[in-house]
């Protein structure tokens, strides 16, 4: 083996060292799982080709997240700011509901939990870095200007010092400080609910007997039951479509019309978005066995779930989260998707 495969051997493992995390900063920074994973991609591209001229006067972690932060401000030059569908209208009532699809950029994007959390020891480390994916603060994300974005992420979520934030941005300490502030001040205007902050990590014995709870209401399509598990004012929103609907009368009213095709659906855990969730297979009446429909997000706040988000593009999101697109299996005969 010669010496230079041994170093663009060392070079790949070491770059791969930092894919995760890296995930996670583009995944925040852009909304969206395929064009975080293409951002980093693109990261990587450009630290393997430039490599020579890195001469070690940052750490290679710094050096890839200033990369990966030129991507991704390049990426954000069109403008686009994804958004959830609470974000766009105001709730139909389900006498007026529609499935009006829009554009997928138009959408904030799931992420798996194994894709943008890297394993970390600190349990306190690990709390805020699942509250940093979670949809409600991820859609506050992308209402920040990209270098705002930028500052706060590194800052609050990443725990960087502003002289570092500043000298990856090319900017003063000054500067950064008050990108932090502006950013903070715009945060705290959209007055979010902090009803996904009421999830624990790991869940606690009444959240898992909620979630058993809802899996049995859900398959059962028992509708007084689902009624029972859901916050009066809880949503539903299903991506692509613009469609969002609040409270229980309205939600299991839509269930058990426009979506009763959803009767008799089989859920698999899945980790998503640093909350619980649901990979959903529906019957399917002409190949036999369950076909994927949707991956569910749910929010849960004071023993009682307040959102679930279906996102229904199933080609993209089943192989994203290594689900299989077809179920003929019972689902604990399955293994649980990433």
């Not at 395929?34 to 630290?47: L, N, S, Y």
């Not at 194994?114 to 480390?125: G, H």
């Not at 066995?289 to 706040?301: A, H």
């Amino acid at each position: 083996m010669t010496d230079s495969t041994v170093t663009t051997t060392d070079l790949d493992i070491r770059l791969e060292k930092h894919r995760v995390e890296l995930t996670g900063y583009c995944y925040r920074m852009l909304g969206s799982s395929f064009e975080a994973e293409d951002a980093v991609q693109d990261t990587m591209v450009r630290a393997w080709r430039s490599y020579e001229k890195f001469e070690g006067r940052s750490s290679l972690r710094s050096w890839l997240y200033r990369i990966a932060t030129n991507v991704c401000l390049d990426m954000l030059s069109a403008g686009n700011k994804r958004a959830r569908p609470v974000d766009l209208s105001d709730s139909t009532p389900l006498a007026q509901a529609a499935l009006s699809p829009r554009p997928d950029n138009t959408w904030l994007e799931p992420m798996p939990d194994a894709r943008v959390l890297p394993s970390v020891l600190d349990p306190a480390e690990a709390a805020v870095a699942k509250e940093s994916v979670r949809l409600a603060f991820m859609a506050a994300l992308q209402q920040l200007p990209p270098k705002q974005r930028a500052v706060l992420i590194l800052r609050e979520v990443l725990a960087w010092r502003a002289n570092e934030v500043a000298e990856l941005l090319g900017t003063s300490v000054a500067s950064v400080n008050s990108a932090l502030q502006r950013a903070r001040a715009t945060l705290a205007e959209r007055d979010e609910k902090a009803a996904d902050a009421a999830v624990s990590d790991p869940l606690d014995d009444e959240q898992k007997k909620l979630l058993e709870r809802y899996v049995a209401a859900f398959e059962g399509y028992d509708m007084a039951a689902l009624t029972a598990l859901l916050h009066e004012d809880a949503i539903m929103t299903m991506p692509p479509f613009d469609l969002w609907l609040t409270g229980h009368d309205d939600i299991t009213g839509f269930m058990t019309t426009i979506g009763a095709a959803c009767e008799g659906s089989r859920l698999i855990p899945v980790e998503v978005n640093g909350l619980p969730g649901f990979a959903q297979y529906k019957p399917d009446p002409e190949a036999g066995g369950f076909s994927p429909w949707s991956v569910q997000v749910l929010e849960i706040s004071d023993g009682r779930l307040t959102g679930f988000h279906f996102f229904l593009d199933t080609e993209r999101w089943f192989p994203l989260f290594d689900l299989p697109l077809h179920l003929e299996a019972e689902p604990d005969q399955i293994e649980e998707g990433a």
